[in-house]
């Protein structure tokens, strides 16, 4: 922590323990007595900033300082004692294991999980920021918690998260939602605690947003969502500054944890059982690179591919940091499994080159010739945006005729938002509505179509899936992921749930596959 966010942090007023059963309907009060102006001047400004490109790109590594002594503070640790706490995770799986860790610091707290938007005392919003329909949902479900609220003073409501990192999102939830108890800001969230504190007491809403990234917190909590699949953090925030993206702005730069901390994660996830990690990041391509050793992400996993563990992933990739260190790692196989993730965004250079992605198609191809030379087996998955400013109808060609040259097996594919604050929303939003979505039906036809193709093949064959519980759609029947991603379900006693099986497909459908057990249940690992 710098000595501005110090001084910043020291704003949170101090509130007497001995205070806290003794508050009650101070939220009714304060949505009474709201004046969303006085707020802004006395909160917001003091710690949030908007995105700005020319200072995020001065970004200096040496701020950064590792923390390993957290620990929640006296006062608070038992005050959700026979309380319960929700969390609504909306976007990616950094979010979700954002969740996971405010989780662990409300279950520290002594609260419990609950489901139940009527049963909990606590309810947090972990937003996304990426598109503007993912904070359209944000905005819904503000809405609808407005009357439990009310009818309800002392339940405390927070929104954190990507969208919390906007100052066009905090003035609004300002103006319009000031029932709202507190916004916290994606490198604050190791200050819950103390944020709760002051939202239990506060006449006001608790604003704490920091502009500038936080440090690495080490010892935080978790409660993981599950016992069998672990998600492991190896960096934080982007510095690529893709012309169209908001997470450099929401998540800040790039940090790396040390090689041993993450190790050391993964040593006690594979001690508890867990069967599969995925190591997590923006841009995990380039990690290390802001340490101060010579060491990155093949090295990283070369050494987690020791590790006692069955399955490990890796995402997000960037395809210009993806270097031939981590492709010869990777080829090794073993626990390393060979699905990559590789966003393209778009077939042409010259989309590409606005987008500022660093990459021509050419080269994007040459990545996937070696990665394919190296891993003959692997599967290739991918990010699209279609209706990017100015994209003409032969740039769009261009992203269907790579989408079939490469032979992706699945695609995210979406149509262009244009974020507040980064460069590309400067620019007019000028392919018509009806054309982004004519682009986006024509390429998920293609997508649906290489998928279908791409499970046909696995008809008749013996694949190993690692068992995650019943299907969604029919309890009695269990599902899970291959080595390559593909979901399968299949009728099996619930004994092998938690456990890598045999499984023989006998149908393909087009994001699925079906299969039934090999006679003989035996861990395969
Ligand atoms: N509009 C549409 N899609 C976007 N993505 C990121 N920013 C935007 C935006 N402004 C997509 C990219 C990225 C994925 C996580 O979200 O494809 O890889
Ligand atoms: Fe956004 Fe990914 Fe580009 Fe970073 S690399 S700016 S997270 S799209």
Redesign the pocket.
Known sequence: MNEQQRKQSNQIKQVDPSDIKSAPDSNLERIKNIDSDELIGKYFQATYEPPNLKKAKKRRREDVEVHYDFSIPEEMQNVGNGKKFLIRTYG?QMNEHDTEVMAGLLTDMGYESTDDTNEADVILLNTCA??ENAENKVFGEIGHLKPLKLEKPDLIVGVCGCMSQEESVVNRILEKHPFIDMIFGTHNIHRLPGLLKEAMFSKEMVLEVWSKEGDIIENLPKVRKGKIKGWVNIMYGCDKF?T????PYTRGKERSRMPEDIIQEVRQLAASGYKEITLLGQNVNAYGKDLEIEYGLGDLMEEISKIDIPRVRFT?SHPRDFDDRLIEVLSKGGNLLDHIHL?V?SGSSDVLRVMARRYTREEYLRLVDKIRTAMPNATLTT???VGFPNETDEQFEDTMTLMAEVGFEAA?T??????EG?P?ARWEDNIPMEVKKERLQRLNALVNEQSAAAMKKYEGQIVKVLVEGESKKNPDVLSGYTERNKLVNFRAPKSVVGKIIEVKITKAKTWSLDGELVKKVVEVV
């Open positions: 990616c990426i598109r893709c169209y993206c908001i997470v997000t966003p965004q990010d699209i945006i995210y979406y149509i262009y938002s244009p974020r980064t590309a």
